[in-house]
């Protein structure tokens, strides 16, 4: 989709598209977002927490207002739609962690959420999944009272969203069908990054398992119909962890990424052995002058560069994009994969161009391709913008395997 504002700046335009898309499941509202994108200098980091950190602020003001006065559904509403401004907030602080505006925004955006899953028609509950020596936060969504076996899709986020945010990408869409929904931040996304400073781990198997552990002990969990959903780097992660999880009975990459990488290979070497020796010397100035000229002319570089540091423990950029070079689906990973296996596509991703199809070829598994278009408007990166589409597509793709299964 076009940028209908920030023209010259993909990053702060795919952003506010993120926000208008979550419209779709009260996440935000138009004149809100529109209004306050009209008051950000493009391409200007302050500049963008500071005006979404207002309009957060007024909009989490009047919804405890509303409770004050009774008004539940009205203060349910205003409390979703705070915490992706106070997310949105924070979004391009990371450069520097221990700037008290991340923690500010991040931990409002949380309260604003909880407080509005209290509300909520659909049963949110906030839950400790054990992990290692400490534990990751998630919600659990649970579907109607009855303690018969339900299908249930656990859903993570990717390189930069949140547990809270998933919510908007999946897991109100399929509550209300019916399944239980079980979301959750991993090592590297916001709750263990915000909590302990736990970054991303490339096997990512070794954080699925302890979230299977923990759903697959509830009685109301029917255990042969448990799906998996990444969205964004989500959509490697997932993959990775169904590779060699084989109590995943279902899987849905949103969007599909083979190679992480790709791209950083491709700017400092003509294979990753060489790329891995370029970036991984102890000293290289001109591979980071490289780097520094990629983040000065492209807005995408300058955001990845900067939060990837923070997200994967990094100590420079060159540092960051080595630590890359190790997601991947390559060497035979992807065709582990054995259960079913949903690879959606969006042709407009900034991104990601060609993974999904480069994950689709190397699946062995029984496999569909999901291409969205910018004829529906939902050619953007995990199809923001068009929310419901995509998850009427999606989920009919699940209900329908889970039938066939039967």
Request: hydrophobic share 40%; aromatic share 10%; glycine share 10%.
């Amino acid at each position: 989709m076009d940028a209908l504002i920030f023209e010259k700046d993909v990053m702060f335009w795919y952003e506010t598209l993120r926000l208008l898309g979550h419209i779709a499941y009260g996440g935000a509202d138009f004149g809100e977002v529109i209004t306050t994108a009209q008051r950000i200098t493009e391409s200007d980091y302050d500049s963008w927490h500071k005006e979404w950190r207002a309009t957060a602020d007024r909009v989490a003001g009047e919804a405890r207002r509303s409770l004050a006065a009774g008004h539940e559904v009205s203060a349910r509403d205003g409390l979703l739609r705070a915490s992706t401004y106070y997310r949105s907030a924070e979004f391009f602080l990371h450069g520097d962690p221990s700037d008290p505006r991340v923690d500010q925004s991040y931990a409002l955006g949380v309260e604003s959420f909880r407080a509005a899953a209290r509300l909520s028609d659909i049963r949110i509950e906030p839950v400790l999944i054990p992990y290692a020596h400490t534990a990751l936060t998630g919600y659990l969504y649970r579907a109607g009272d009855s303690r018969t076996p339900r299908p249930t899709i656990v859903m993570h986020n990717g390189f930069d969203g949140s547990a809270e945010e998933m919510h908007f990408f999946g897991a109100a869409a399929f509550a209300e069908r019916g399944y239980h929904v079980l979301t959750f931040d991993g090592p590297g996304q916001p709750g263990p990054m915000h909590r302990e400073g736990l970054v991303f781990r490339p096997d990512w198997e070794k954080v699925v398992g302890p979230v299977l552990d923990y759903l697959l002990a509830l009685p109301e969990v029917d255990p042969e119909r448990v799906a998996l959903l990444g969205a964004s780097m989500g959509g490697l992660l997932a993959p990775r962890a169904a590779a060699f999880e084989p109590r995943i009975n279902a899987l849905i990459a949103f969007d599909g990424v083979y190679d992480m990488g790709a791209i950083v290979a491709g700017h400092f070497g003509e294979d990753r052995d060489q790329a891995r020796a370029v970036l991984g010397a102890e000293s290289a100035p001109e591979v980071d002058e490289i780097i520094q000229g990629l983040m000065a002319n492209d807005p995408v570089m300058r955001w990845a560069f900067t939060h990837g540091m923070w997200v994967t423990g990094a100590q420079s950029p060159r540092g960051y994009a080595a630590k890359i070079l190790d997601y991947h689906l390559r060497d035979g990973i992807a065709e582990r994969i054995r259960c079913p296996t949903l690879v959606c596509s969006a042709p407009g991703d900034f991104a990601f161009q060609g993974q999904p199809e480069a994950l689709h070829d190397h699946l062995t598994c029984p496999r569909t391709f999901l291409e969205f278009t910018a004829e529906e408007g939902a050619d953007a990166h995990c199809q923001s913008g068009a929310q419901r589409l995509a998850m009427a597509r999606i989920s009919d793709w699940l209900d329908e395997t889970f039938r066939s299964e039967k």
